[in-house]
C-alpha cells in the first residue's frame, strides 16, 4: 500500500516489546491508544470472534480487560520468554505475575501469587499493532486464584 512503512521482523519485534513494557509492565493503558493501529482487530478465542472497537476507538476493549486485570493484580508485571517473527507477524509467549489483591470473576482477593501464559500473535503496520490472536488457559489462572496458600 502506498505510504506504508516497511518494517524488519525484528523492528515488528521491538514494537511488540514496546507495547508489553510501557502499557502492560508501566500500566500506561492510555498509551494503548498510540501503539494501536486506528484499524486494529482483536481476533479472541471462540475461533472466527472478534472484538469491535468501542465508541470507536481500537485500544478501548484491551484497556477494558487489561484494567480489570490490573484491578486483581496491582502489582502485575509482564515477561516475555520468547518472540519469533517472520515478515509483518510476531509470535510472543509471555508470562503475568502478579498477586491476587482484588475480586476477579467473582473471586474475592487471596493474596495469591500467579503465573499466567498467554500466546500472543501480532500483525504490525506502520509502526503499529493492527492485528491480534491471543490464547490465555482461564482455567490455569482461576485454579491458582482459588488454591490455598502452599497447595
Known amino acids: 500500500m502506498q505510504g506504508e512503512v516497511i518494517m524488519s521482523p525484528e523492528e515488528n519485534k521491538r514494537v511488540v516489546a514496546n507495547f508489553v513494557e510501557v502499557v502492560q509492565n508501566r500500566h500506561d493503558l492510555a498509551a494503548a491508544d498510540h501503539i494501536f493501529h486506528p484499524e486494529f482487530v482483536n481476533h479472541y478465542a471462540p475461533a472466527g470472534r472478534t472484538v ?9 476493549a484491551f484497556q477494558q480487560f487489561y484494567g480489570m486485570l ?14 519469533v517473527a517472520e515478515r509483518d507477524v510476531v509470535a510472543t509467549r509471555k508470562t503475568l505475575r502478579g ?7 467473582g473471586l474475592p482477593p487471596t493474596g495469591n501469587r500467579v503465573e499466567w501464559e498467554f500466546i500472543d500473535i501480532f500483525r504490525v503496520r506502520d509502526g503499529k499493532l493492527v492485528e491480534h490472536w491471543t490464547h490465555m488457559d482461564f482455567d490455569a ?9 502452599h497447595e
Request: hydrophobic share 40%; aromatic share 6%; no cysteine.
Open 141 to 149: 489462572l482461576r485454579a491458582q486464584m482459588s488454591a490455598r496458600p
Open 52 to 60: 469491535p472497537a468501542v465508541q470507536g476507538r481500537p485500544a478501548a
Open 70 to 83: 490490573l484491578g486483581a493484580f496491582p502489582d502485575a508485571t509482564m515477561s516475555i520468554e520468547e518472540q
Open 99 to 105: 498477586t491476587h489483591r482484588g475480586e476477579l470473576w
